[in-house]
């Protein structure tokens, strides 16, 4: 699809068998803002469609070979965003109209007045502008849905979640007490010589551990909530942020790992950078998450992009891989508490909800685009100081 | 001088855990009272000398800072830790604003417990001594009078 570069100039393809006609329809055309290419038949049209992109299609309708309105199915179903102009013979306009029927944007009549194709020319890329718009509305609109789904989603997850977490504590507590009771009676003299006493400490001592690993658990949880509850008693704590000292300290807590991976970190700082309205500490452990993440998802000689930025109203962090990308199943539920992919003891699945948490509260947004295969890129936004 | 044996107060509404939890603090030869509600604890306070009291913050009927409040009203040198959930951290805060000695979350290590257990008698002590000494010269330079 075009629309990248200038769009003052339109791109015209002018499709006709007659080649002095062509000639001359392309000279009386150019320097219009219009820049033609010619093809002499709807399969040149086609070879040449594949190669370099265009906005308008001005074709004759009466071809040998594949004819205009053969070629205009063809071209309607590869790139429906094109616009396509026939020409067609003077007696013979209901060969326009059936292009009509089959998606042309207009027709005209040969002889052609340059004037009006021209004009017609200018309304076909109009229109074609104006879906441009429309669709990246459309996109902007279902994208902000989503976030809100997703949202609502993790709100409700985190309600249960902590409800569970707070519940799982006292048991939690009455079994450590319990546990812990047992080994210091079988530390006392008088049960030295016990039977069995190493088996009895190795389970105590099982029965600990695990203890010690649900309450790594509650504790993330209970914690994760805790940043996101936008509690008025306790006000947040919002000063001016350096971030590229921020994220200069970031990198310098992941770099011995990403060293021993061979993965190199860059650092990309677009000037000028807007100084962002945040809370300094929260912000970089979701810089540690991000890069953490990136960096077990990421191969030998893989690079990951730290990105600072500022856009119109906002800063935005970007932190980029091009490691081993999401897969589209897995994409929605990254950020719910407790999805993870890696093995016990390697991840949690705490990392994204909480830096979602904390960026939720900073009053910023969070979003990830990834590839698989490719590699994956998180961009954060937050709010600047005015 | 000799020295008067050290009791302790758990207050908790978890009986299971205030059972065990008093289990492993005898078993260090530990005094411990156990009490089930803020009500219980400021009763009980009344007809026994405590040196330090272990405080839940979540409890139903009187919580962990009103009866922060009334101990540091009616007892103002008996030390309080305050036992809190990692969700209720701002109890916690206002729990030290209040006055109390330290906190610690729950479930909690029993090194920590018996770490910061020791620090509050301590400082408890600490008062003690300097109330006496303080005592000692007021009646002292009366007698001299
Ligand atoms: N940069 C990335 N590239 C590929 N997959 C990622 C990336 N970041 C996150 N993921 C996927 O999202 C999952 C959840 O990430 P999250 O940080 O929440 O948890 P975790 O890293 O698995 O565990 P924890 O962060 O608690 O140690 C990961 O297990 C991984 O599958
Ligand atoms: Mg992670």
């Not at chain 1, 396509?84 to 998606?103: C, R, S």
């Not at chain 1, 649900?214 to 914690?223: E, F, S, Y």
């Not at chain 1, 950020?335 to 705490?350: D, S, W």
């Not at chain 2, 009791?7 to 030869?29: C, G, N, P």
Request: one cysteine or more.
């Amino acid at each position: 699809m075009s629309g990248d570069g200038d769009r003052n100039i339109i791109r015209v393809l002018l499709v006709d068998d007659e080649e002095d006609y062509r000639s001359v329809l392309h000279k009386r055309l150019s320097g219009r803002s219009i820049s033609v290419v010619e093809a002499a038949t709807g399969q040149a049209a086609l070879d040449q469609l594949s190669v370099a992109p265009v906005d308008v299609v001005v074709m004759d309708v009466k071809m040998p070979g594949m004819d205009g309105v053969q070629t205009l199915k063809c071209i309607k179903d590869r790139y429906p965003e094109l616009e396509v102009i026939l020409l067609t013979g003077h007696a013979n306009p209901q060969d326009g109209v059936e292009g009509i029927k089959m998606g042309a944007f207009d027709y005209l009549s040969k002889p052609i007045e340059i004037e009006q194709l021209v004009r017609k020319i200018r309304q076909a890329d109009e229109k074609i502008v104006r879906a441009r718009v429309e669709k990246e509305e459309a996109a902007f609109r279902e994208r902000i849905k989503q976030q809100m789904v997703i949202a609502e989603r993790l709100a409700a997850l985190g309600t249960m979640a902590t409800g569970v977490a707070h519940e799982i504590n006292n048991p939690l507590a009455i079994i450590q007490e319990s546990a812990g009771w047992l080994q210091q009676i079988l530390g006392k003299p008088e049960l030295r010589d016990i039977p069995r006493k190493a088996d009895f400490e190795k389970a105590l001592n099982r029965i600990g551990k695990a203890v010690h690993r649900a309450r790594n658990i509650t504790r993330q949880l209970l914690q994760a909530v805790h940043t996101q509850s936008t509690d008025l008693t306790e006000p947040v704590e919002m000063v001016a942020v350096d971030l590229q000292s921020l994220a200069r300290e970031s990198i310098s807590l992941v770099e011995q790992e990403a060293q021993q991976k061979q993965i190199a970190i860059r650092l990309d700082i677009v000037e000028p950078l807007p100084v962002v309205w945040s809370e300094p500490y929260p912000l970089l452990q979701v810089l540690i998450n991000l890069m953490t993440n990136a960096i077990h998802a990421t191969g030998a000689g893989g690079t990951i992009t730290l990105r600072l930025e500022g856009t119109d109203d906002r800063a935005r962090i970007t932190v980029l891989d091009t490691g081993c990308g999401i897969s589209e199943e897995h994409l929605p539920r990254i950020f719910e508490p407790f999805f993870t992919t890696k093995g016990v003891g390697q991840g949690t699945g705490m990392g994204l909800y909480v830096s979602w948490g904390i960026i939720q509260k900073l009053g910023g947004t969070i979003s990830v685009n990834s590839q698989v295969n490719q590699g994956s890129t998180f961009t954060i936004t937050l709010p600047v100081k005015e | 001088m000799f020295k008067t044996p050290s009791y302790i107060m758990l207050v908790d509404d978890e009986e299971d855990f205030v059972e065990m939890l008093s289990l492993r603090l005898k078993e260090i030869d530990e005094n411990v009272i156990p009490v089930y509600s803020g009500e219980a604890c400021l009763e009980k306070l009344k007809e026994q000398d405590v040196d330090v009291v272990i405080l839940d913050v979540k409890m139903p009927g009187m919580d962990g800072i009103e009866t922060l409040q009334e101990i540091k009203k009616q007892f103002p040198l008996l030390e309080v830790i305050m036992l809190t959930g990692h969700g209720t951290i701002e109890a916690a805060v206002q729990g030290m604003k209040l006055g109390a000695f330290d906190f610690l979350f729950k479930p909690a290590d029993f090194d920590d417990l018996t770490a910061k257990l020791n620090q509050a008698r301590q400082r408890k002590q600490d008062q003690m001594e300097r109330i006496k000494k303080a005592e000692a010269a007021m009646l002292l330079r009366s007698a001299k009078i």
